[in-house]
Structures are given as structure tokens and as C-alpha cells.
């Protein structure tokens, strides 16, 4: 490897969050921090690109969220311990950062933002809401399901359920992807983190407006987009959730859909890039 490849490189690292769990990360880049907070059943390799695309204009924190690749755990899980996992990042990298953040992680990033860290601004791609009654979500007993499955060490079982269930993915396409052992392996190997991402959207999903007393901390200049392939239920949710917050406002970008991070981030990255240094 030549010594400008090693130099652009992201450094991997650590910090310890608030109850001695170790979160891995990796840092790139230079200029104001930003933070990217993945989506279910991702970890930091969904938003490689994404961050080297990041990394030409910001310091980019690309980390692993509790019990995901190379981070630990804790045997008790609240989503208070993943904001404080999102703190100790911002403290390590000097005091303030902008959140970035898909589908849950997106609401875990406006969740961040709620709780009073130090949050300079919220870039969003489509928060999961369901905020219509006729919308589609997930279905009632979701929680109780995914955990029995888990409970019986069914964790493919419990990736397929939450993909068909909830992502709304054929059961072909799932068939599909057990063939190809790596990315199952990695999908099977996070299904245990399924239940944290259900208590991070809470009682938000469930076909009613959003409450705008839980939203009242996020003070900060908001950007939510959406994905105009997607269902139109997400942009209700995109709009929703921008009418409640003061400082935010919703763009659809044409083309893309809900996997938009993972498979289009040469057009997301744009679109960050450009509400970050308003």
C-alpha cells in the first residue's frame, strides 16, 4: 500500500460510552464532524462509500452501533445507551457534530438530538413513521415476535421475518440473499439487535400523527429526505415530522428508494454535502 493510500485511509478507533461499552468506529477526513447512525441490520461497511464521499469535506465518524460488527454490548438495552454512545462520539471528536442517519437511525439521531447533545445539525433519509392510518407498518406484535424468534435461536428466521414484515421485502428476494453466505452471515450475526431499533421507533409506527412534545428538544436546522421510488407513506412521514420541528424542511430526490444509502450514495452524499454547509 503507498504512503497516500495509507495516509486517506480511515483510522479505526474506539470510545467507551457511558456504561463501559466499547464502540468501534473509524474517522476520515477533514473539516466540521459529522456522524453517520445506521439503519436496522446495518453496520459501518452500509456506509463506506457514503463516508469517503463525506470525508472530501467533512471529519466523517463512521461507527458501528452497539452490538454490531466490531462494537460491544450490554446485557441491558434502552435507547438511552445508544444516545450515549452518539455522545461519546461527538465528545471524542471535539464537542459538536452533525448527525446523519437512515431509516431508524435516523429516528435515533432525532432521538440524539431530543435528549440535548450537542447536535449542530440533522441530515435524514426517511424515518419510518407511520403516521396515516391506512399506511402500512409493521405488524402489532412485531416486538414479541422478533424476540421469541430470537429466544429460540431462530435469528434467520427473525431477519426474515423483520424483512418481509417490516421492509416489505418479497420472500424471494430474501431466498436470494441466504444464498450468498457472506452478507446472510452478517445479517444473521445482528439479528440480536433487531429489538433495539423496535424500542428506538417506540409507539411511532403505528398509524397515528407523531407527538410533537416528544420532538420539542430537536431545535437544530433538519433536513429530511426521501427517496421518490419509495412509498408515498414515507413521505408523509418526511413531512409530518418537518412540520413539527422548527428549523426543518423536506426534499424528495427522484430516482431512489428506501436502499438509496447503501446502493445510490453518490447521490445522497450531495445532498448532505450541500444542507450541511448551509
Known amino acids: 500500500m503507498s504512503a497516500a493510500r495509507e495516509k486517506s485511509a480511515p483510522a479505526k478507533s474506539r470510545v467507551v460510552?457511558?456504561?463501559?461499552?466499547?464502540?468501534a468506529f473509524e474517522k476520515s477526513g477533514d473539516?466540521?464532524?459529522?456522524?453517520?447512525?445506521?439503519?436496522?441490520?446495518?453496520?459501518?461497511?452500509?456506509?463506506?462509500?457514503?463516508?469517503?464521499?463525506?470525508?472530501?469535506?467533512?471529519?466523517?465518524?463512521?461507527?458501528?452501533?452497539r452490538g454490531r460488527g466490531s462494537s460491544g454490548d450490554s446485557d441491558a438495552y434502552t435507547p438511552e445507551r445508544e444516545i450515549e454512545d452518539i455522545a461519546a462520539l461527538i465528545e471524542h471528536i471535539g464537542g459538536s457534530a452533525s448527525l446523519f442517519g437512515s431509516s431508524s437511525g435516523a429516528?435515533?439521531?432525532?432521538?440524539?438530538?431530543?435528549?440535548?447533545?450537542?447536535?449542530?445539525?440533522?441530515?435524514?433519509?426517511?424515518?419510518?413513521?407511520?403516521?396515516?392510518?391506512?399506511?402500512?407498518?409493521?405488524?402489532?406484535?412485531?416486538?414479541q415476535q422478533i424476540t421469541a424468534l430470537l429466544t429460540d435461536g431462530r435469528?434467520?428466521?427473525?431477519?426474515?421475518?423483520?424483512?418481509?414484515?417490516?421492509?416489505?421485502?418479497?420472500?424471494?428476494?430474501?431466498?436470494?440473499?441466504?444464498?450468498?453466505?457472506?452478507?446472510?452471515?452478517?445479517?444473521?450475526?445482528?439479528?440480536r439487535t433487531?429489538?433495539?431499533?423496535?424500542?428506538?421507533?417506540?409507539?411511532?409506527?403505528?398509524?397515528?400523527?407523531?407527538?410533537?412534545?416528544?420532538?420539542?428538544?430537536?431545535?437544530?436546522?433538519?433536513?429530511?429526505?426521501?427517496?421518490?421510488?419509495?412509498?408515498?407513506?414515507?413521505?408523509?412521514?418526511?413531512?409530518?415530522?418537518a412540520e413539527i420541528l422548527p428549523q426543518a424542511d423536506h426534499r424528495t430526490l427522484p430516482g431512489l428508494n428506501h436502499g438509496a444509502v447503501v446502493m445510490a450514495p453518490k447521490k445522497i452524499a450531495p445532498q448532505i454535502t450541500g444542507f450541511l454547509k448551509e
Open 107 to 143: 429516528v435515533l439521531a432525532l432521538r440524539a438530538a431530543a435528549a440535548g447533545l450537542n447536535v449542530d445539525r440533522l441530515a435524514l433519509y426517511e424515518p419510518p413513521f407511520v403516521i396515516a392510518e391506512g399506511d402500512d407498518g409493521p405488524p402489532a406484535d412485531l416486538a
Open 31 to 65: 473539516g466540521p464532524a459529522v456522524v453517520l447512525v445506521a439503519s436496522a441490520l446495518a453496520d459501518r461497511s452500509d456506509t463506506t462509500k457514503l463516508a469517503a464521499l463525506l470525508a472530501q469535506h467533512f471529519t466523517v465518524i463512521n461507527y458501528d452501533r
Open 17 to 23: 460510552s457511558a456504561d463501559g461499552t466499547e464502540i
Open 194 to 241: 433487531l429489538p433495539y431499533d423496535i424500542a428506538v421507533m417506540g409507539d411511532t409506527q403505528q398509524g397515528r400523527p407523531l407527538d410533537a412534545a416528544e420532538w420539542k428538544g430537536v431545535t437544530v436546522p433538519t433536513r429530511v429526505l426521501t427517496g421518490g421510488k419509495s412509498p408515498a407513506a414515507f413521505r408523509r412521514a418526511a413531512r409530518a415530522i
Open 155 to 191: 435469528n434467520s428466521d427473525a431477519v426474515k421475518y423483520f424483512m418481509t414484515k417490516v421492509q416489505g421485502m418479497p420472500g424471494t428476494a430474501v431466498h436470494f440473499m441466504k444464498l450468498m453466505p457472506k452478507i446472510w452471515s452478517n445479517l444473521t450475526g445482528m439479528a
